[in-house]
């Protein structure tokens, strides 16, 4: 089976939104350090007319910028179809603007100048959620070929159930699980209740 586009496994981006250019390259050289790869933007809209592969990152974002500020990207995420986590930066930053950035779905609030090895530690929890989210919309794409029935079916497998147990259950006939087991296994190319498990349950 062709893999979806959606790839955990890809390298991870970093996408750095600043608009203060020797913070963003000091930034790139610490994010870089750890093998992670880093794309620079100095204004908010560079980074939204920019290609982005489905692959696992996070967004590293400045509060107060020219023309759309961080805080309003923040609340308008879901409005642009991202789900990339976000790690919000603030040389001037308040309890009420960190609460309100965390209420809005930032992972984090560092201040300014950062620590690097907390900034570090947060750019590795954010990637590793990223990749969460990734692995749950691949394991999405692959069950959607499923009909309802098969669907229903693989999960009983899972759960450990008998093709004459589920049967019952379903008041179907041993022969019409065995059926839409086979179909579903060849659809997902599975080759045991195993893979099958793995792929519903992998996170």
Known sequence: MKPGK???VAPAIAYLIDDDADVRHALRWLI????IDV???GRVREFLESPRPDGPG?????VRMPGMSGMEFLDHLATFKIDLPVIMLSGHGTVPMA??????????FVEKPVNEQLLLDRVHE???KSR?????????????VLTDRELEIVRLVVEGGHNKDIARALGVSSRTVENHRAQAMHKLGARSAAELAAMLMEK
């Open 6 to 8: 959606y790839t955990a």
């Open 32 to 35: 870089e350090s750890v093998q």
């Open 39 to 41: 794309r620079e933007f």
């Open 58 to 62: 996070c967004i590293v974002l400045d």
């Open 99 to 108: 609460s309100r950035a965390l209420r809005a779905g930032a992972v984090d």
């Open 126 to 128: 954010a990637v590793a």
């Open 132 to 144: 969460r989210i990734l692995a749950g919309k691949a394991r999405e794409e692959r069950l959607s």
